[in-house]
């Protein structure tokens, strides 16, 4: 089973789990919100900023390579596409706008306080 960890207090992370689920429908992944999950300080506070994503492996995939391997991991009807465009964002030049473009997304989204509905 794959582990994909996600700020449940964040609307925009919320709405990813939900495309993710019901578009990509990566292959035996289990969406585990941070204020449940069971792992370090130090890993909870990166996965306040950069989603994460554990492997069967135990591999370590945070930020924009957590999308990279999810599309790698697509069972929808639109797999061969996903596993496309995950070849193609991995390409050099568009990893490296795409890893400035999804820390400029991270910083820049909100989150819900306590008070917050969920």
Do not use: Q
Not at 41 to 61: H, P, V, W
Request: a positive charge; one cysteine or more; hydrophobic letters at 40%.
């Amino acid at each position: 089973m794959n582990f994909l960890y996600f700020d449940d207090k964040c609307p925009l992370c919320r709405k990813t789990i939900k495309f993710l689920d019901n578009y990509v429908k990566p292959l035996e992944v289990s969406y585990v919100p941070l204020s449940k999950a069971n792992i370090s300080t130090k890993e909870l506070k990166r996965a306040l900023n950069e989603m994460l994503l554990i492997s069967k492996g135990s591999k370590y995939f945070w930020g924009y390579d957590t999308y990279c391997k999810l599309f790698m991991l697509s069972k929808s009807n639109l797999s061969l596409l996903w596993k496309l465009i995950s070849i193609l964002i991995r390409l050099p030049l568009i990893k490296a706008i795409g890893k400035v473009v999804y820390k400029f997304i991270a910083e820049s989204r909100t989150r819900c306080d306590d008070s917050c509905e969920i």
